[in-house]
Structures are given as structure tokens and as C-alpha cells.
């Protein structure tokens, strides 16, 4: 069975220190992969999709970047963190075929202070 | 513009039915996901419709008609554990998935 890991679950950073959250999937070979950012009470704003190692997509210009080393990592990062960053952080991943259903890590909790 | 809109909140019984509505307007339209989320937790996913119709597991169900651009979550014999967030998402026309905003269901012995 597939199983996706995100670490870690909680962070509390300073304003203007680096970021790098880390997801992994297990159990499936070329996820389409996710990271997504809630809101404390809103809705899921999707950041960053790759199909693929190296291809990554954009959906949300701000100061965070993402990357696809492996096919079956994905990494968030910033270099400098802003307080509007607070967030609950989703990794997701789903089969290339469909219906294309969306599967959750537990999710990151990231305080800037 | 996309858009999918639900009741940011409602309020039921242990026991009792209540539905949860969903109105999408999308650039396309490829199918449509029921999520559940409780309070500091991921989304779990719940069911897809992609054709008009009622889609039926277990205490739940879920009912799509694609021409009123409309579905529904049905929860029956609601429990306090049904307490959370539920999150409806559209696959458009270029696969992309548009989420609302969610639905913060109470649950009141």
C-alpha cells in the first residue's frame, strides 16, 4: 500500500530564517506530487505540482521555491521566511491516471514568529 | 473566474441526516471529490462522482447532477466523530483540482 511521510510536524522559525520541508511517498513509482498551504479556518491553496523529477509548476508567486530531486521526494524551501508564511503545509500525491484522487501527509504546522 | 461554494458551517445531531451542499462553476468538468478533514488534521478522502447520480458507502453518499453544476454529501446516523471539515474539489477541463473552502460540520449530542 502507498504511505507518504512529511517531516516535520511542527516547526516554529524566526522571520528571514531558511525553510526545507521534506515529503516522501512510499508504495508507487511516478506520483504527480503536491504542496499546499491552509490557512488557520480556510480553504487549501496549492503551491507547488511536479509530474515529474525536476518539473515543478508554480501556481503561487511569493518567496517560496520547491524541488523534485527524486520521483518520490519533494522538497518546500525558502530563504527567507516571512510571518505571512505561517500555515498548516500539505504534501499530496496522486496516480497518473483517473479519477486522480489526492492523498495527504499528515501535514506541517510552521509558526514564524 | 473558477469557483466552489458550500456553507462555511453547519450544525446537526448525533443520529440525525444532514446534507452538505456544493455549487462548482469550473472551466470544465472531469469530477468531483468529497474530503473529510478534522481540526488539525489532513484531508482524507471520501468519494469521487464523475457521471449524475448518487454515489452510496456505507453512512455516506454523495450526489452529482453535472447541468445544475450542483452535488451533495449525505451523512446519516451522524456520529460525534463526523465532527470536522468537509471539502469539495473539482477536476476541470485541464485537470487541475479547485477546492472550496470547506464546510465545518458540528455534531450536538
Known amino acids: 500500500s502507498q504511505t507518504i511521510h512529511q517531516w516535520p510536524a511542527t516547526l516554529v522559525q524566526p522571520v528571514g530564517s531558511p525553510l526545507s520541508l521534506e515529503c516522501t511517498v512510499e508504495g508507487t513509482s511516478n506520483p504527480n506530487l503536491y504542496w499546499y498551504r491552509q490557512a488557520a479556518g480556510r480553504g487549501l491553496q496549492l503551491l507547488f505540482y511536479s509530474v515529474g523529477i525536476g518539473q515543478i509548476s508554480s501556481e503561487v508567486p511569493q518567496n517560496l521555491s520547491a524541488s523534485r530531486p527524486q520521483d518520490r521526494q519533494f522538497i518546500l524551501s525558502s530563504k527567507k521566511l516571512l510571518l505571512s508564511d505561517s500555515g498548516f503545509y500539505l504534501c499530496a500525491w496522486s496516480g497518473d491516471r483517473e479519477p486522480y484522487e489526492q492523498y495527504f501527509g499528515p501535514g506541517t504546522r510552521l509558526t514564524v514568529t | 473566474g473558477q469557483n466552489i461554494d458550500q456553507p462555511t458551517e453547519m450544525t446537526a445531531t448525533e443520529g440525525a441526516i444532514v446534507q452538505i451542499n456544493c455549487t462548482y462553476q469550473?472551466?470544465?468538468?472531469?469530477?468531483l471529490f468529497w474530503y473529510q478533514q478534522h481540526a488539525g488534521e489532513a484531508p482524507t478522502f471520501l468519494s469521487y462522482?464523475?457521471l449524475d447520480g448518487l454515489e452510496e458507502k456505507g453512512r455516506f453518499s454523495s450526489f452529482l447532477s453535472r447541468s445544475k453544476g450542483y452535488s451533495y454529501l449525505l451523512l446519516k446516523e451522524l456520529q460525534m466523530k463526523d465532527s470536522a471539515s468537509y471539502l469539495c474539489?473539482?477536476?476541470?477541463?485541464?485537470?487541475?483540482?479547485?477546492w472550496g473552502a470547506g464546510t465545518k460540520l458540528i455534531i450536538k449530542p
Open positions: 474539489a473539482v477536476i476541470n477541463s485541464n485537470y487541475q483540482l479547485i
Open positions: 469550473t472551466s470544465g468538468f472531469n469530477g
Open positions: 462522482n464523475v
